[in-house]
């Protein structure tokens, strides 16, 4: 059971938009520690796609958009695409922990 | 073209060690924090340990906490990961991780992973 929670699962049809949430505490992102968000595709290695709550890695489309506030912070994903289809991780460090955690993971599905 | 590479993977026994080594390529080693993050089959990513730009700062995740030891050698530009007595929870693609630059905790560079599997 992660610090960080998020939804199993997330799911909508192409061209909609999704959004993701990652839920934590005041030892994490209410402390003001910044959140990361990765795109995991299955056999192939973990993306970063926002890190420090809001900004994208060059190559990251802009469909792709972080937010955080307070102890949340959200992914929303606009015009879904079917190569959207991954898991997809928050994280953040813990000062409880002394250590950075990942949520738990959210599968999107494109229907 | 900025590489990460890891070695050292493979089946051992439980109660057993293994050193996982990351060899790097593309970037000035010594500006980045390294990180190793596993993934156990059908679950998610579980974050491990860190080790600062300059190796003076540690971080160890709970679950590896006094079994798994980082370390990195900036003249071979080389990332380590020391796993005691390992579990058969321990099983797991290991990944290396370089930080983004101007942060610890943003994992920009994965390298593409190797497997370890803890049985008898």
């Known amino acids: ?8 699962s997330v799911s909508g049809a192409p061209g909609q938009r999704v959004t993701i949430s990652c839920t934590g505490s005041s030892s994490n992102m209410g402390a003001g520690y910044d959140v990361q968000w990765y ?5 192939t290695v973990p993306k970063l796609l926002i890190y420090t709550n809001n900004n994208r890695p060059s190559g990251v489309p802009d469909r792709f958009s972080g937010s955080k506030s307070g ?3 959200s992914l929303a994903i606009t015009g879904l695409q079917a190569e959207d289809e991954a898991d997809y ?3 953040s460090y813990d000062s409880s922990l002394s250590g950075s955690v990942f949520g738990g993971g959210t599968k999107l599905t494109v229907l | 073209e900025v590489q990460l590479v890891e070695s050292g993977g493979g089946l051992v026994q439980p109660g057993g060690s293994l050193r996982l ?10 500006n980045y924090a390294l990180s190793w993050v596993r993934q156990a089959p059908g679950k998610g ?3 491990l340990s860190t080790i600062t730009n300059s190796g003076s700062n540690t971080y160890y995740a709970d679950s590896v906490k006094g079994r798994f030891t980082i ?3 900036n003249f071979k530009r080389t990332l380590s990961l020391q796993m005691n007595s390992l579990r058969g929870d321990d099983a797991a693609v290991y990944y290396c991780a370089r930080a983004r630059m101007g942060t610890t905790f943003a994992f920009e560079i994965w390298g593409q992973g190797t497997m370890v ?3 008898s």
């Open chain 2, 71 to 73: 370390s990195r050698d």
């Open chain 2, 45 to 47: 990513l579980e974050w």
């Open chain 1, 1 to 8: 059971q992660s610090v960080l929670t998020q939804p199993p």
């Open chain 2, 21 to 30: 080594s990351c060899a790097t390529s593309g970037f000035t080693f010594n």
């Open chain 2, 117 to 119: 599997t803890v049985s």
């Open chain 1, 89 to 91: 991780y928050c994280q």
């Open chain 1, 39 to 43: 795109q995991k595709l299955p056999g």
């Open chain 1, 71 to 73: 102890t949340s912070a």
